[in-house]
């Protein structure tokens, strides 16, 4: 049977790592990767390969993700949400996000993802937020949001489709890129001809 519960009997939920100074890229002695509001896309997708590298040698020792962990966005007015499932053992989020660890006997972490990025649980967090110049939410607001809960059968079916599609919007998108490139060039090759007709 469906239930709604709200999602702080779900997850744990923890903020991320506050730091004493902007976070600097340190690619010659690094060892954290830190993932900020840039690198989780609104799709849901956590893209590691573009996290700043750091030195954390003189940072409080940072609690670090795991897979199964969920990214929510705490401000900027965009709230959604990206699934850490990279097996990498040194990964931070910045304090610019609020951390879910789920419990996975009762919920699937990309299926709880999926949920929080929906229209109606995103108007809820939007109508919910605070502050005028920099919109965020706090804790209490999202232990509050309500998740509908199918069993894991489906939550699992759901987390299925949804990256299938994903894979699919993102070769739609590489083949539309590519054709745009491809009539760029052939409108190019007009504009040349034509110049030199008339040298």
Known sequence: MNTIIKLGKLANIRSGHSFRSKVQQSPDEWDHYVLQLK?????G???????TQVNMTKEKTPRTLQPGDILLRARGGYYYSGL???????VIAAGQFFILSPNTDIIDPAYLC????????QQYLKRNDTGTNIPMINKQTIN????????????HKIAQIHQVWLKEKKLTEQLLNNREQMMRGM????IDQDFMSQL
Do not use: Y
């Open 39 to 43: 690198d989780v896309q609104k799709n």
């Open 45 to 51: 997708h956590i893209d590691l390969a573009l996290a």
């Open 84 to 90: 850490f499932d990279a097996d990498v053992p040194n």
């Open 114 to 121: 999926w949920s929080i990025n929906q229209p109606m649980e």
């Open 144 to 155: 509050n949001l309500l998740i509908k809960l199918p069993s894991l059968d489906t939550q």
């Open 187 to 190: 409108c190019q090759q007009f």
